[in-house]
């Protein structure tokens, strides 16, 4: 649970809402505060919402903007899925970014929002002043240990089960709600979100971008980071272990820092969010857009 002290129960009267494209392309953000540019992406099972706590206490003295990512509550919703490939999500942030009038912003991406934040750091560095990746490991880290380590493919088991035909229709959502709300009031807040969003199109973002353990890796993430990143990762993550950590500054030509938190899960930034604000602060005195 959250040690933020931040009041964030009026975040929804706060933001505004706001679409970019329409119909399956639709991507929907909301918007607060400004000054320099910061996006936030989510992960699964999440959406804007995930990033309450920073949103609120980061507006005063930055324009912060969290996205719902295809599939997810407002945003978009394709069937195919191809249309969830890394490349299209990645293209999904440069459109946003540019909507915004701005050539180049912050980014700071949890889970499967940051490894879209990886992929846009790799591909199209241009669009990036820094990177903020949160218990998201670079995919080659995370395709080694799914070669090498036997704990962590046993902790990724269920990403088989997410990529079987079908298997959007066997999803417990009550067991989804539990990983990131623990009271009713969160509860009910994710739930509405849930039934807004596709759970097909979820389960496309495991079917097509997943590493595979056997196959080589994709050539675009055989390129260096050259912006730089700050990764941060709750040790007490049961999904991507700490072993998936190693060696990431190698694949960075730029600065890179690693800051972990061993009293923090798979959420950081719910889980301590206090903490991880403070991180992404400093981060940000430092590298000044």
């Known amino acids: 649970m959250s040690n933020c002290c931040t009041d964030c129960s009026n975040i929804f009267t706060r933001v505004s809402h706001n679409f970019i494209g329409s119909g399956d392309q639709a991507i929907h953000y909301v918007e607060m505060g400004y000054g320099p540019l910061l996006v936030f992406i989510h992960g699964f099972p999440d959406f804007w919402y995930s990033w309450r706590w920073q949103l609120t206490r980061l507006s005063s003295c930055f324009r912060v903007v969290a996205m719902d990512t295809r599939g997810y509550n407002l945003s978009g919703q394709p069937d195919r899925q191809q249309d969830y490939d890394l ?14 009038g701005e050539e180049k912003a912050t980014v700071i991406g949890h889970d499967w929002g940051g490894i879209i934040a990886w992929r846009l750091a790799i591909s199209f560095p241009q669009h990036l002043h820094s990177l903020i ?3 998201a490991p670079h995919f080659r880290g995370l395709r080694r240990e799914l070669r090498r380590n036997s704990l962590q493919r046993e902790a990724l088991k269920y990403v088989i089960e997410f990529q079987k035909k079908d298997s959007h229709l066997n999803l417990n959502m009550e067991a989804m709600l539990a990983l990131v709300a623990q009271d009713e009031q969160t509860r009910e807040i994710y739930s509405e979100a849930f039934e807004r ?7 496309h973002y495991y079917r097509q971008n997943f590493p595979s353990p056997l196959y080589p890796l994709p050539s675009e993430w055989s390129s260096a980071v050259t912006v730089p ?4 990762h709750g040790l007490q993550d049961q999904f991507l272990l700490a072993d998936t950590l190693t060696h990431t500054s190698e694949w ?17 930034h719910h889980d301590m969010a206090d903490e991880v604000t403070s991180i992404i602060e400093g981060w940000l005195a430092q590298h000044k857009n």
């Open 87 to 100: 490349s299209q999500l990645a293209g999904d942030l440069i459109s946003l970014i540019e909507a915004l």
């Open 133 to 135: 990746v949160i218990n």
């Open 197 to 203: 969003s596709s759970v097909e199109g979820m389960m």
């Open 229 to 232: 990143v700050i990764q941060i």
């Open 252 to 268: 960075v030509a730029g600065e890179y820092n690693l800051v972990t938190l061993q009293q923090a899960g798979h959420w950081p």
